[in-house]
């Protein structure tokens, strides 16, 4: 079944939604709102009691705190009861009142804002979905110019077209359908698709993506594919399905917590009829139950998993990280292969300047100041990135006069009285002189290491080649070293950039599998094997088209800077610096927080069943139990609020290798 992009949010009774980066989409969930609540009645109660305020006091405000926190799970258990089923809902929301029952209010407000903080989370994956398909109705334009079998122009809703229908597409415009070139010669930005830094010249017969934007020169495009089937609709369902399945993911304590709750209740409500069966007195059977079922609550449980989870998230979204749920925090701790996208991700996504190379009696920086010179009216990025390096370089950019451009070839203007042509290979023309020959060679060497190659001619003689390429993020190599060390697997890279780039940033920075010319559907596939493989993938990107292969890995992470807004929404972490390095140091505090649980669940384990063990076999004084029982609620929170201190970051800036 296709998504019509058009059509699928509005059948849902929903319009576009202004776009928007995740934490305005948390905070204005009523979930966060009710756990921020919670949280400041219960530091209000808190400071109330340390300060000596009449008990009613703070006893009323830790009350606010349970209602205002435990409202929705206890709403969540009634209607899971209804279902015959039992769930961690209903036995938290006994446990706290129990708690407050036997005057532990302060433990039980602290189980309600856990739970409530934790279940905020939760929410806000779910909407993650909805938010990124939103976010995809900017790529696409909502109209079109269609031509008519008489000629006449007629602007009509890109949701419109058909196969078969003839586009006009003019200079600036978006591209409103999938189609191959009819008519026309431009230069088109495809990177939201492929993921190219660099724009791709189409002729006559090329291939053409909706919502990819056209250059200097008019195109006629043939629609090839309806809007429904376009490649940006099919971003969208790859999307909408691969967060649908991740949106099922669960904490592992949530996996077993339906069977404990069971046990629980079921254990307790044994302990109460078996003993009156068998004719023992009311009152202290129900006192043994009571204590049983405070002893094997899963407050310690529950304390013993979400402390170092939140800590662990507050402690890198402080180093700017931005980690989405508890749920992609388990998952980050698990990942055993990272993949990256290319453009934007190990590279900062922009043509550099990274050869100069004059034949003849012309030096580099002449050459330079008549490239310069003539681009200096062009608004393409190559020209841009020329200019960029001959101010860099500190040389003076002389004035030019009768600039023209031709797509697909390049400008042409009068630099010092003479004419200047920067363009394509294509200029040098079939008959060559020695110079062209030379020139020609230079042109071959760089491209065959993924270089753009820009020529430059000079009243019709070749002086020389600019080298043009993405330039590597720093610290890009040093990164791909040590997620190597920390999973025991080679990264590798997913990009839909041309393979001779590829193949060169690879070596530059240290990957050996590269898989390159990579349209959306291709990375979703080569994440998908890697998945079937048994690998724990994790993929990092920044563009709307890595968005359904963050969605498809068991973690996705995007770019916080030159992420554009769908990458961001559909991943589960963000680099708000785009600091690579950030990424192998999140892994490693997130495995540290998975050490902390484990050792956390096996104190509480070891705490309930001796208590348990207690109250079953002897006789566990209440208050002996309460006391074990909150002793090593405490210890094992204490014990994950330590993955707060700033050491604890520092320690996972650098892994061991």
Not at 119 to 146: H, I, K, M, N
Not at 205 to 223: P, R, W, Y
Not at 239 to 266: C, D, H, N, P, W
Not at 418 to 427: D, I, M
Request: aromatic fraction near 4%; proline fraction near 4%.
């Amino acid at each position: 079944m296709t998504t019509d992009l058009r059509t699928a949010p509005a059948a849902a009774g929903q319009g576009p939604a202004p776009r928007q980066g995740w934490p305005a989409s948390l905070f204005s969930l009523a979930e966060t709102r009710w756990a921020a609540t919670s949280t400041v009645l219960f530091a209000l109660g808190g400071v109330a009691q340390l300060a000596g305020a009449p008990a009613v006091v703070w006893w009323t405000l830790y009350l606010a705190c349970y209602a205002t926190g435990g409202w929705e799970p206890a709403l969540a258990g009634l209607r899971a009861l209804r279902e015959r089923t039992l769930d961690v809902d209903v036995l938290m929301i006994v446990a706290a009142l129990v708690a407050a029952a036997i005057g532990q209010v302060v433990d039980g407000a602290l189980l309600i804002v856990i739970f409530a903080t934790s279940g905020a989370l939760e929410a806000f994956a779910t909407r993650r979905t909805e938010d990124s398909v939103q976010a995809l109705l900017t790529l696409a334009p909502e109209r079109a110019t269609r031509i008519g079998a008489d000629g006449t122009e007629t602007v009509v809703d890109t949701r419109d077209l058909v196969v078969g229908d003839t586009v006009l597409v003019r200079p600036g415009e978006r591209i409103g359908a999938d189609g191959r070139v009819a008519e026309g010669l431009s230069e088109v930005d495809q990177a939201s698709i492929t993921g190219e830094p660099m724009p791709v010249t189409k002729r006559v017969g090329d291939e053409v993506f909706a919502g990819t934007l056209n250059g200097s020169g008019a195109l006629t495009v043939l629609a090839s594919r309806a809007a429904g089937d376009s490649v940006v609709a099919r971003i969208v369902e790859m999307v909408e399905e691969a967060s649908a399945t991740k949106a099922r993911s669960q904490l592992f304590i949530e996996k077993v917590e339906q069977r404990y709750s069971v046990g629980v209740v079921v254990a307790t409500l044994a302990l109460v009829a078996v003993p009156l069966l068998l004719g023992a007195a009311f009152e202290p059977t129900l006192l043994q139950a009571m204590t049983f079922m405070i002893v094997a609550s899963p407050c310690a449980v529950v304390l013993a998993t979400m402390p170092p989870l939140l800590a662990t998230i507050a402690n890198a979204g402080r180093h700017g990280v931005l980690v989405k749920s508890a749920v992609a925090l388990e998952e980050l701790g698990n990942v055993d292969l990272v993949a990256f996208d290319k453009t934007g991700t190990l590279t900062l996504g922009t043509p550099q300047v990274r050869a100069v190379e004059a034949v003849g009696a012309v030096d580099g920086d002449q050459l330079l100041r008549w490239a310069a010179a003539a681009e200096h009216a062009s608004e393409h990025p190559l020209g841009r990135s020329v200019v960029a390096a001959a101010r860099d370089r500190g040389l003076e950019v002389p004035h030019a006069e009768d600039f023209s451009s031709v797509p697909g070839r390049g400008v042409t203007a009068t630099v010092d009285g003479r004419a200047v042509a920067v363009g394509s290979p294509a200029l040098l023309g079939a008959e060559r002189s020695r110079s062209g020959e030379a020139v020609a060679e230079v042109v071959e060497r760089l491209e065959a290491t993924g270089h753009t190659a820009v020529v430059v001619l000079v009243d019709e003689a070749p002086v020389g080649v600019v080298g043009l390429s993405d330039e590597v993020r720093s610290g890009s190599r040093d990164a791909v070293e040590v997620l190597r060390a920390l999973t025991g697997a080679a990264p590798v890279l997913l990009t839909g950039d041309n393979r001779a780039a590829a193949v060169r940033l690879g070596e530059e920075v240290g990957i050996e599998q590269v898989h390159a010319e990579l349209l959306p559907q291709d990375k979703v596939a080569r994440v998908t094997a890697l998945r079937e493989e048994g690998r724990r993938v994790l993929l990092a990107g920044d563009g709307v088209n890595d968005a359904p292969a963050l969605a498809a890995a068991h973690v996705g992470v995007a770019m916080g800077i030159k992420g554009s807004d769908l990458a961001m929404q559909t991943a589960d972490v963000v680099l708000v610096r785009d600091d690579l390095g950030a990424l192998p140091a999140v892994m490693a505090l997130a495995r540290r927080a998975h050490r902390v649980v484990r050792a956390n669940l096996v104190i509480a384990a070891t705490v309930i069943a001796a208590l348990v063990l207690w109250d079953v076999v002897g006789t566990l004084p209440l208050p002996l139990g309460v006391a074990g029982h909150e002793g090593s609620t405490i210890l094992v929170a204490l014990n994950g609020l330590r993955l707060l201190r700033r050491s604890a970051w520092t320690g996972a800036r650098t892994p061991v290798r």
